[in-house]
């Protein structure tokens, strides 16, 4: 991937643990640089080396 392809929030919020997807998720929406119908890649990691992924597309509710 890319590094332009890559959000992270950690300087802006500090570590939000398990919010941290949600929000870069909504700051990517509200800045328009995150469209209904794009795919997202999305992982996070955890202690005791657990972790996670999820490749979905974008769909806002309002």
Same mark, same amino acid.
Not at 13 to 31: F, H, K, Q, R, V
């Given at each position: 991937?890319?590094?332009?392809?890559?959000?992270?929030?950690? &300087?802006?919020?500090?570590?939000? !643990?398990?919010? !941290?997807?949600?929000?870069?998720?909504?700051?990517?929406? &509200? !800045?328009?640089?995150?469209?209904?119908?794009?795919?997202?890649?999305?992982?996070?990691?955890?202690?005791?080396?657990?972790?996670?992924?999820?490749?979905?597309?974008?769909?806002?509710?309002?």
């Amino acid at each position: 991937m890319r590094k332009e392809q890559v959000i992270v929030t950690v &300087e802006k919020y500090g570590n939000t !643990s398990g919010a !941290s997807i949600p929000m870069a998720i909504n700051d990517l929406y &509200e !800045s328009g640089k995150l469209q209904a119908g794009e795919v997202m890649l999305l992982d996070a990691f955890g202690g005791g080396l657990t972790w996670g992924s999820a490749l979905i597309p974008f769909s806002p509710t309002k």
